[in-house]
């Protein structure tokens, strides 16, 4: 079944920085990838998603890339505010698959320090 | 405009104890699911419902049964605590269960299982 790997665990940077968290996936039937934001006691809401026919996709200050061939993608976000600070998770599954296949990385712990 | 709803949002247990955590959507959702988080852990699939009147195992189902009480309800139930139950728990809903979807999330229970 498909393994997800997340890095780095934790993440800390200076507001106004960038902030990368990269993803590695197991299964090559794999086309679809979410981001998760979870911000302190509260449930994880999606941010950003892409599909594998595409190879980059951005929302604002934040954007993911793919790269297919060797089963990774990235969540970047620029210019980071506080608010930003969150764990954030990676997942993948299959385009017309159940949702029973998503499977989430570990995530990322990203502090943002003003 | 509520969304997902859980209750309780915390629960001490002793072992052995029985407990039920309900979950309501009022977006009209086909699909619901139970996911807990444990730390270092990520998200995992405890049991998930594609439709009213099916469910079926994730990839953590030990020691949990789960009950689709309606469209809008579904149920994750105890039946014997054990520390190792002690996580937080997620219910989520989507709106046909596709791979490709984005997951709602309530905002969880805490629970110890002492």
């Known amino acids: 079944g498909e393994n997800v790997e997340q890095h780095p665990s934790t993440l800390s940077v200076q507001e106004g920085d960038s902030a990368v968290i990269k993803c590695t996936y197991s299964d090559s039937a794999s086309n679809y990838f979410p981001w998760y934001k979870q911000e302190l006691g509260k449930g994880p809401q999606l941010i950003i998603d892409i599909r594998s026919n595409v190879g980059e996709k951005k929302d604002q200050r934040i954007a993911v890339t793919l790269n297919k061939t060797a089963k990774h993608f990235s969540l970047h976000i620029t210019e980071t505010q506080p608010e930003d600070s969150a764990v954030y998770f990676c997942?993948?599954?299959?385009?017309?698959?159940?949702?029973?296949?998503?499977?989430f990385g570990k995530g990322t712990k990203l502090s943002v320090k003003p | 405009n509520a969304g997902v709803t859980q209750t309780p949002k915390f629960q001490v247990l002793k072992t052995g104890q029985s407990m039920t955590l309900q979950c309501a959507q009022d977006?009209?959702?086909?699909?619901m699911y139970w996911y807990r988080q444990d730390p270092g852990m990520g998200l995992r699939l405890i049991y998930y419902s594609a439709s009213e009147g099916t469910t079926d195992k994730g990839e953590v189902p030990n020691g949990y049964n789960v009950s689709r009480l309606n469209k809008r309800e579904f149920s994750l139930r105890l039946e014997s605590a054990a520390p190792s139950q002690t996580s937080v728990y997620f219910c989520a809903s989507s709106p046909l269960g596709r791979g490709d979807e984005k997951l709602f999330f309530g905002s969880g229970t805490q629970l110890s299982v002492l």
């Open positions: 977006m009209n959702h086909n699909s």
């Open positions: 997942a993948a599954s299959m385009h017309g698959g159940s949702q029973g296949n998503l499977i």
